[in-house]
């Protein structure tokens, strides 16, 4: 049935509930953008009417210009943008490497680290979060004085802190897995009989086949790892220092003092408003990655 | 091209790079060159995995035995059940969360899975507009809880947004309400905005689900004169209980973390009746300092979501 054939009547009742949910998933965000254009006293006085959703009154971007005076947004943003492009670029080399070993090649050991990372699967990452602290903080790293190597103890206020525990992610080793074993039988002897390595049949052939499938751990890293785009617990603990602090962490900033809730509007929009953006253009995309995640059992 | 120079090439590549003869390989043994590079490729994540998850797990095991605390000069005292013991008997406030948090979950289950699976069947008709309606729905999946929690709280004010709509809609009669600071009221606002958050996640799950029924099914029922109730309870349903089983774990297990909205919303007030157990975790465990009191906590814990999933693995297994 299409939507040419709907009697008027039977079209209401299709759209009439949908368009109420619509409503529903949309007033607190519409409510956000028209409220971080007005001043405080203007919002409250709003509230009580349809005014609250619309830029009316007195419209400004004064919110926004005192969000660059209170914080340093744009440092927040880059932090951010940095440490997700580096959780998600390395899981994607480090989860799709050990995906393919554990699909596609035979080696002794296998079937007991299948089974390990199966079982990580289950421990959820807010049960380790204290002792992650402890063991972070006492981690040596080799850091560089110009080319001279420094041993330092202790991983708090540092980038590696918030991009190095959380590359490795069993369920993306998992999707990797199921993916590759999907692919045609036989690639790896043709590529063989070519004279190819591994290292050269994964990253000529196996790559470029798995298009989707690296897609799809892209977007579910980006959306719900606890380290990137939504990171807020974890660096809230481990980062002190304003220079490496991402942008959902200066939201403690807005509520030191005096609070504004015109300036909060504008910290969260401006927040929200990339986001949004990118899941726009690449909503298809979005939408199968989750999808593909729930067709995996 | 022969064996032998393919061989010969192989070897000019390094170790790891090495692929076993198609001949070797029919023959079933595992060629040196192959479990070499198996490992390599695996190993890094091995490596990270038993730093990052195996490692806090098992120092979390340890330390809940003991006093340790983050920064102290006394080195920590192996105290045996003893943090067990406090919490149980001598923390009203945690197995108040331990409360809170189940009766979040209780409520955020049903409400999250049944309102995504209407959701998934509203925008599964084949009518004008559905990937608009599926984008708006899916919207708050994308906002980050932190924002979301930041603007409901907002919302959630006396006579904020949700008073005066619920106003305009009674006609002036309701009276307006503090929801969060009310200790009858604040786990119910934040269930009703956890679930406004997430639902869009699971009715793409769903949807997946539903699209995986092919129309034949249903156009066969159709013909044997079936009403459009009895293909959802006969077809649909029956159809869908693998996505089910994903719904269901996956949302309870997210549920019985909730953190965030507490955190940014309530601080776990008033009264207590909002705080959770990850709350608990990382104010005795981090705020407080009292990592050994903190990690037994999250042991707890562990052992609480362990067995919801074994649970509702076994109760919704095929019975063949």
Redesign the interface.
Known sequence: ???MT?RPRRRLW??L??TL??V??????V??LAASLKSDHQIFAD???LR?FAPVGEISFDNYTAVFDRVPFWRFLGNTIFVTFMVTALGLV??S??G???AR??????AV?FG??IA?L???F??????????VANLPWIAFEGVRPVLEIGWLNTYHVQI?????N?FS?FLFAQYFKSLPKGL??A???D????????WRIIVPLSKPVFATVTILTV?TSPAT??A??WPL?TVQSEELRPV?VG?QYFFQLDTS?GE??AY?SM??IP??AV??AF?RA??QS??????K? | ?TIAS?DR??AE??A???????RR?RRGD?SR???R???A??I???V??L???????V??LA?SFTN?R?VSPVAPEFVGLENFRRAFTEDPVFTRSVLNTFVFAALVVPLQGGLGLV?AL??N?????RNL????????????????S???R??YQA???VD??L??LTGGVWAGQAWLADPSTAMGAIVVMSV?QGV??HM??W???LQ?IPDEVYEAAALDGTTPWERFRYITLPLLK??F???LITIT?AA??L??QV??MTDGGPLNSTSSI?YQ??QK??QQQQ?GY??AL??V??CI??AL?LLQRRLTRDKD
């Open positions: 049935m299409t939507a709907l299709v759209y509930p949908m949910l619509a529903f998933f949309l007033f607190p965000i409510f956000m509230m009580d009417s609250a480090v989860n490497l050990c393919y070993a554990l090649m035979r080696w002794k050991g296998r680290v390990f990372i990580t289950i421990l959820p807010d049960t380790t979060i204290v002792p992650m602290v402890y063991l190095v525990p959380f590359v490795v069993a080793i790896e002897e590529a063989a009989m004279g190819a390595g591994w290292l050269r049949t994964y959306v785009w939504n807020y617990l603990m959902m939201v809730w909060v509007m969260i927040i929200t986001m949004v899941f726009i909503q979005f939408i989750i999808a593909s995640a729930g067709m059992d | 091209m393919t090439v192989a590549t390094t790891a790079d090495r692929v076993p003869t198609p390989r595992f060159s192959e479990q590079a198996g490992v490729f695996a890094p994540a091995i990270l995995l730093l990052f998850v195996i490692g806090p797990a120092v979390s330390m340790a983050l959701l509203l925008v008709q084949k009518i004008a507009g309606f599926r984008t708006i729905y899916f919207l708050p999946v994308i906002t980050s809880m932190v924002v979301i930041l603007l409901w907002f919302l006579d904020g947004l005066s709509a106003s305009m406004w869009g996640f793409i799950i949807l997946a689900g995986t693998p996505t089983v994903f719904v297990i019985m973390g953190f965030i955190d940014i990850v975790i990382v465990g981090f990592i903190g990690a999250s042991l814990f562990f979501v362990l999933a």
